[in-house]
């Protein structure tokens, strides 16, 4: 199988692979392809796995955004009051089509 040309496809039946590798990559969020990237660059030959049709996972219906959300050392030392209606406002203003807040779950 050369897993470089075919489309996605969902696998169903076990397959066998001839693949050599030093690392492997499960998902493309943005850890998977951060550790992709970093293991590669140290020169080890990384197949990426990702069970969805394109890479982003959950990172990418986050909008690319991640929050470092009230409480932090940084927060602490600055004197910044942050909350959770700030950082939903935060979220909010930043993703496209947001969906809407209900409540704490």
């Given at each position: 199988?050369?897993?470089?040309?075919?489309?996605?496809?969902?696998?169903?039946?076990?397959?066998?692979?001839?693949?050599?590798?030093?690392?492997?990559?499960?998902?493309?969020?943005?850890?998977?392809?951060?550790?992709?990237?970093?293991?590669?660059?140290?020169?080890?030959?990384?197949?990426?796995?990702?069970?969805?049709?394109?890479?982003?996972?959950?990172?990418?219906?986050?909008?690319?955004?991640?929050?470092?959300?009230?409480?932090?050392?940084?927060?602490?030392?600055?004197?910044?009051a942050?909350?959770?209606?700030?950082?939903?406002?935060?979220?909010?203003?930043?993703t496209?089509?947001?969906?809407?807040?209900?409540?704490?779950?």
């Amino acid at each position: 199988m050369d897993v470089g040309t075919e489309l996605p496809q969902l696998i169903t039946d076990p397959i066998e692979w001839d693949v050599t590798a030093q690392v492997i990559v499960v998902g493309c969020g943005i850890a998977g392809a951060c550790a992709a990237i970093s293991a590669a660059e140290a020169g080890a030959r990384v197949p990426l796995l990702e069970r969805t049709g394109a890479a982003g996972c959950a990172s990418a219906l986050a909008a690319g955004h991640f929050y470092l959300g009230r409480g932090t050392a940084v927060h602490q030392a600055t004197g910044y009051a942050d909350s959770v209606e700030a950082m939903i406002a935060y979220l909010e203003a930043v993703t496209p089509e947001p969906d809407a807040w209900t409540g704490h779950p």
